[in-house]
């Protein structure tokens, strides 16, 4: 029941989580005016990360308040290392009202198997 009211008030607020492909994902980057959100670990991060991502571990009790800095107004790209923990943060940032947000299907993984560019620094 629960689910079903978050469900339709995501929905009759114009707001939900879109899946999008690496490509999808590299083409909306390029362009620019997103934030790029990696919800894995920090040690995952520091192995290699897409450039200019930030970091907010959606396991972490500060999730909430990291999410909190973000621009409710802009898109938001979101990645893990395959795809479960970015669509679970990214249905938690529609929940606390984020218009756009963009989950990576296949994660750090595709973007990186896919040869897309990646950083340590």
């Known amino acids: 029941m629960l689910l079903g009211a978050v469900?339709?008030?995501?929905t009759a607020c114009g707001q939900t989580r879109k899946n999008v492909n690496v490509t999808?994902?590299?083409t909306m980057i390029?362009?620019?005016?997103?934030v790029v959100l990696d919800v894995r670990t920090p040690d995952e991060y520091r192995a290699g990360?897409?450039?200019d991502a930030?970091?907010?571990n959606v396991n972490d009790a500060g999730f909430d308040a990291n999410?909190?800095?973000?621009?409710?107004n802009k898109p938001v790209v979101v990645y893990c290392a395959v795809g479960g923990r970015s669509a679970r943060a990214s249905d938690?940032?529609?929940q606390k009202g984020f218009k756009n947000v963009y989950n990576?299907?296949?994660g750090y993984n595709a973007w990186s198997s896919a040869g897309l560019p990646t950083t340590t620094k």
């Open 7 to 10: 469900l339709f008030t995501s």
């Open 24 to 26: 999808e994902a590299k």
């Open 30 to 34: 390029d362009k620019g005016g997103v």
């Open 49 to 51: 990360h897409l450039k």
């Open 54 to 56: 930030k970091l907010a």
């Open 67 to 72: 999410i909190a800095k973000l621009d409710k």
């Open 92 to 94: 938690i940032m529609v």
């Open 104 to 106: 990576v299907s296949g």
